[in-house]
């Protein structure tokens, strides 16, 4: 007999796309505008920007084609709204580095996707994914290598 395959359903169907998705990132496909250093150092500058002030900056990797942030979010403040400033606000500083590519393009997705840290246990997994993001696309072989990430503040925060 022939097995047939169930659609997946909700949170299974978007795990699936998320794997897809960050397979596909890590192969280097898309626009890798996140590789001048001037684009990434100005996502990091934006994040540090209004840290301590509306969110703690908890961990972050800035890839080519993608970034990983983990904030703890203050109340009375929106994730939405966050998110939207800094991709608004970098945005417009990045586009002219995008100029070789013809026309405008735009630096974003729309979408992003979030994930609320369920315990301690989740935090130190997404933390580990979030550091170790470089290694794993094969930019690196070792996490504290990678100038564009936190891997190596926390390293040093940790020794303390």
Known sequence: ??????????????????????????????????RQPLAAQCVIDTWRRFAGERYD???????????????????????????QSWKSYTGRQIAPLMADRGGTHR????????????????FETVLRYIHENPVKAGLVQDALAWPWSSAAEFSKGLDC
């Open 57 to 83: 900056l908890l961990a972050w990797v800035v890839m080519p084609n993608h970034v990983h942030v983990m904030i703890r979010v203050y109340e009375g403040q929106s994730l939405g709204r966050t998110v």
């Open 1 to 34: 007999g022939h097995v047939l395959k169930q659609p997946l359903q909700g949170a299974q169907r978007d795990a699936e796309r998320r794997r897809q998705l960050d397979a596909w990132l890590d192969a280097g496909h898309g626009c890798c505008v996140l």
């Open 107 to 122: 630096v974003w997705m729309r979408e992003y996707w979030d994930r609320y840290i369920r315990n301690e246990q989740h």
